[in-house]
């Protein structure tokens, strides 16, 4: 069946603009995750969805980012005034229900470049 | 801080020998514990996991062992195929906290 599936792949802006990464998790799914992977290092927890709201959003790194879920499904990542160290592969993955016992699946990621 | 620590980066084994993934986290409070693998330009895949009340668990050639006491698990290969070349990270959460905290990853080399 489909996995998750992320859009852009890849996505280049300017320093200062506004970006949107949307994630289309397998269905069924209830839990939905986002994480950012810079370079040489592991995942790194952002936020989670349980549903429509946000169970834990302790890893969003400032007010500058933003993840919504509004019908339960697809998630949209939103970065407001890009800066150069918002650069990295930004994933998400979902699983059926919280991921005790569940594993994530994971999309193939946004790469994003701010210039 | 970092909770889940993978001292190796990369780590090369020739073909049809054992591979051996360590790994090794500081939060007692977690109970379960998974193994990624990652290609590049996708997402990580899920490998195997085991929880707390456990000390092994296998699937194939692939077996994870949990020492609680040492905060320490390990992910063992055998034998190691080409296709077994990719980084692999492990990973860690906590109870009811559904948020799963990534190690740095290890590069593994498979070689002919």
């Known amino acids: 069946g489909a996995g998750v599936s992320q859009t852009p792949s890849n996505k280049v802006t300017e320093k200062g603009k506004y970006v949107e990464l949307r994630c289309d998790p397998i269905?069924?799914?209830?839990?939905l995750y986002w994480y950012r992977q810079s370079l040489g290092q592991g995942p790194e927890f952002l936020i989670y969805?349980?549903?429509?709201?946000?169970?834990?959003d302790s890893g969003l790194p400032n007010d500058r980012f933003f993840a919504v879920r509004p019908e339960g499904s697809v998630s949209t990542l939103k970065i407001q005034r890009t800066e150069r160290g918002d650069s990295a592969v930004y994933l998400c993955?979902?699983?059926?229900?919280?991921?005790?016992?569940?594993?994530?699946?994971f999309g193939n990621g946004t790469r994003l470049t701010v210039t | 801080d970092q909770q889940v620590k993978q001292n190796s980066p990369s780590l090369s084994v020739q073909e049809g020998r054992i591979s051996i993934l360590n790994c090794d986290y500081t939060n007692s409070m977690f109970d379960y514990f998974l193994w990624y693998k990652k290609y590049p330009a996708e997402g990580p895949t899920f490998l195997i996991s085991i929880s707390s009340i456990k000390d092994k668990n296998e699937d194939g050639r692939f077996t994870v062992f949990l020492n609680k006491s040492a905060k320490h698990l390990s992910l063992h290969i055998v034998p190691s195929q080409p296709g077994d070349s990719a980084v692999y990270f492990c990973?860690?959460?906590?109870?009811?906290?559904?948020?799963?905290?990534f190690g740095k990853g290890t590069r593994l080399h498979i070689l002919p």
């Open positions: 993955a979902s699983s059926l229900r919280g991921s005790y016992n569940s594993p994530l699946h």
């Open positions: 990973a860690a959460s906590e109870g009811r906290d559904d948020k799963i905290i």
């Open positions: 969805f349980q549903g429509t709201g946000a169970a834990d």
């Open positions: 269905s069924g799914h209830t839990a």
